[in-house]
């Protein structure tokens, strides 16, 4: 179809149809088994020994985390012991929620000689130690290795495999560093030879990255590349990929305003990550600028965060429960690595020009979705859709719109699911 006749398509069908349903809660019903996954909504730095409580771990559920952890290291909350472990998953199942635990038995991985007949032998041997846990109905995942060098990637295997003897139903994660790390930490000449290389070693149930875009000079220019590239090693291995976003600020990073984190977590969902980690969700550089601040009362992003993890969970329970297709982008300029809206595309932007990402997603009977974002972290935006095929659903939207029109309202950074069909 050429321009001018897709412009003219475009125009009959908002002539002939352009409908809204105020407060219709029905155009997000009936999902069948497409709402059968959760997204994981998680983070690092968890509560330390001082928190591990279940009134603690109450308020980090009612901000709308699923998973909490990984318990890492911090100068005033040291590791957790395995008794801290049970009491802080025994505190999770009373919150609603589960817990990832930091094994201290991955230590032989630093040593690069992992005996995998005497790692089982303690493996097993696990009285008194976090693997006595493996049973809790709380536990999640294992946090064995955060951001490993090349030269890691087989002692990991050989850990997981003996890992997975002793505990089969509980995975083990790794996070990888991302795009912009040197040559010297990766181990490899590319960033792409890292993760090939690490999935085809480790073949790890899932690929997690940390992608930090928000810098003193500027956004990250490989930010999208960097999500594309690791979405698509997680596709060709047939696993899960897990986002890490920014709520710090650190050496070389300033810290993310509200709209910046919600544009983070959008344009994860919009690259079909199955899981978004918050760094971090305790404390920062300053004890103000936190989700939940060192002295257990609520930071300054924590109202916000709460209400961010409620969109995310309406339109992410959807999302993760779908087949990621491809991820494009509109407007003027486009972001390195990033592929433009095909011409021949089911549905319509106007103005052609806006920064809209869409991403699709295609259901097990062949149903259609498209996840719409705004690439402005600074400007709300307000443009019109058009299924140029069948009529569309706005799904957890105010104007509750159906039709084959409709105008969509963006605050920053902010995304709209829409569903093809009836």
């Avoid at 300054?300 to 209400?307: D, F, G, P, R």
């Amino acid at each position: 179809m050429n321009l001018f006749k897709r412009k003219i398509f475009r125009t009959v069908l908002a002539g002939l149809s352009y409908l809204f349903v105020l407060g219709n809660s029905s155009s997000h019903m009936n999902l069948g088994a497409e709402d059968s996954k959760k997204l994981i909504i998680s983070s690092w730095f968890g509560p330390g020994p001082a928190l591990n409580t279940a009134d603690q771990l109450k308020l980090v559920a009612e901000a709308g985390f699923t998973v909490v952890g990984p318990r890492t290291w911090h100068p005033s909350q040291p590791f957790f012991s395995a008794e801290d472990y049970r009491k802080f998953l025994d505190n999770c199942r009373l919150a609603g929620i589960k817990g990832i635990m930091v094994s201290k038995l991955h230590m032989p991985i630093d040593s690069n000689s992992v005996d995998v007949d005497k790692l089982k032998s303690l493996l097993l041997d696990s009285t008194g130690s976090e693997l006595a846990l493996k049973d809790h109905p709380a536990l999640s995942h294992y946090l064995v290795y955060d951001e490993p060098h090349r030269n890691k990637f087989e002692s990991i295997k050989k850990f997981k495999d003996a890992l997975s003897k002793v505990d089969p139903v509980h995975p083990m994660f790794v996070n990888l560093f991302p795009i912009y790390a040197t040559p010297s930490q990766l181990g490899t000449e590319s960033y792409h030879d890292y993760l090939t290389t690490f999935t085809d070693i480790v073949n790890p149930p899932m690929l997690s990255v940390d992608v930090y875009p928000f810098r003193e000079d500027g956004l990250l220019a490989s930010y999208f590349y960097n999500l594309d590239l690791v979405r698509k090693h997680a596709q060709l291995k047939g696993i899960d990929p897990w986002l890490s976003i920014q709520t710090w600020e650190g050496p070389g990073h300033k810290f993310p305003t509200e709209d910046q984190v919600r544009w983070q977590a959008f344009h994860g969902l919009a690259y079909g990550y199955k899981a978004i980690f918050y760094f971090t969700l305790y404390g920062g550089s300053a004890e103000e600028q936190a989700i939940m601040n060192w002295n257990g009362s609520k930071g300054i992003l924590y109202e916000s965060t709460k209400a961010l993890n409620a969109r995310l969970k309406e339109v992410g329970n959807i999302l993760v429960n779908l087949e990621h297709k491809d991820v494009f982008h509109g407007g003027r300029e486009l972001p390195y690595g990033a592929n433009e809206i095909p011409e021949e595309f089911p549905i319509a932007v106007e103005p052609a020009d806006a920064p809209i990402t869409i991403s699709t997603f295609e259901g097990k009977g062949g149903s259609r979705y498209f996840l719409l974002v705004n690439r402005s972290f600074d400007l709300s935006q307000e443009v019109s859709v058009t299924a140029l095929e069948s009529n569309m659903t706005v799904l957890f939207d105010e104007s509750g719109a159906m039709g084959s029109s409709c105008r969509i309202k963006f605050s920053p950074g902010d995304g709209r699911l829409i569903r093809l069909g009836n």
